[in-house]
């Protein structure tokens, strides 16, 4: 049975791409509600399957089985811990990089606009930076670059005023009182897009998001075997586009550098060429799951 705490996206083109086989080591770096995991154990034999989540909510989800060791730590420190395992090399990485629906549905996490609760936004909830924090202590100019960089709003500076201006009143709190600010920004028509690009913006700042997507692909290069495959399912631009040059290149510019005979040096081949994103049934049982691309490449 699926765990609601999250829906597993794409499970079956995942598994399929992860082209898993009886004694392979494995890593799930996004555990979440374990979905994705239950699958990868059933294919597994005897391997061993290493499992990464920073979120406390997470741990509670841990399937019970001698082969699963689950890491409470954010997969930008797999080289890490995979030492620690004394792992030198495994057959195949998953990532899903999406919020858990559980976090979007639980009011104080302050993940979602939907509800009224503290603007937190923190994946590991013993981290200091939240993002009340972001809201009333950052400058104007980090402001309007975390909106513009990760969120990819478009009238920034306005907002950023109107949230400057509100501080100096009282501090910006809670989800309800950002809503409120933001909404006198947002185009008419698209509010709940815009709510979303904001605390989007807030989130990736608040959990470092892309700078540890950049630790964990880097460090995948070191780990995963030749022949053996990388997958990861991305949800926004700025997380895809660096996935996307990744596996092209090897690099995050997406730079292809070719040798003297003109041909392509790459760490990865690339198994699916078109991204892959779910069926239109899919998305009818999980809406969530409508911005999603499945990247997958093999290393070389």
Avoid: W
């Avoid at 794409?10 to 996004?30: H, K, R, Y």
């Avoid at 907002?159 to 185009?187: C, D, F, G, W, Y």
């Avoid at 995948?220 to 399912?233: E, H, N, Y």
């Avoid at 090897?250 to 081949?269: A, I, Q």
Wanted: net charge neutral; with cysteine.
């Amino acid at each position: 049975m699926t765990n609601p705490y999250h829906i597993p996206v794409m499970p079956g083109e995942s598994i399929q791409g992860l082209n898993l086989f009886p004694g392979a080591q494995v890593v799930d770096a996004t555990y979440g509600g374990g979905g994705h995991s239950r699958l990868i154990l059933q294919q597994l034999g005897n391997g061993r399957l290493f499992a990464f989540d920073q979120d406390e909510d997470a741990a509670g989800n841990v399937i019970h089985d001698d082969r699963l060791f689950f890491i409470r730590h954010n997969f930008r420190y797999l080289r890490n811990f995979l030492r620690f395992y004394n792992v030198e090399s495994v057959d195949a990485i998953f990532a899903d990089l999406g919020v858990s629906s559980h976090d979007f549905d639980v009011p104080d996490r302050g993940f979602s606009f939907r509800f009224d609760g503290d603007l937190d936004m923190r994946m590991n909830r013993n981290a200091t930076l939240d993002a009340a924090q972001v809201i009333n202590s950052y400058s104007a100019e980090q402001l309007v670059f975390i909106f513009k960089m990760y969120g990819e709003i478009k009238n920034a500076g306005r907002l950023v005023q109107e949230i400057l201006k509100e501080r100096n009143r009282q501090p910006v709190k809670t989800t309800e009182q950002l809503k409120e600010i933001v909404s006198h920004h947002a185009p008419r028509g698209n509010e709940n897009k815009y709510l979303a690009q904001v605390f989007q913006s807030l989130r990736i700042e608040v959990n470092d998001e892309m700078e540890a997507l950049k630790d964990f692909l880097q460090a995948t290069l070191d780990f995963i075997k030749p022949g053996g495959r990388l997958a990861v399912i991305t949800y926004h631009s700025l997380e895809d586009r660096i996935c996307k040059n990744f596996m092209k290149s090897g690099n995050f510019e997406g730079k292809v550098e070719k040798d003297f005979y003109g041909n392509v040096k790459s760490p990865f081949l690339l198994i699916n060429r078109k991204v892959i994103t779910p069926q239109p049934d899919e998305i009818e049982r999980n809406v969530r799951a409508r911005s999603a691309k499945l990247r997958i490449a093999e290393k070389i």
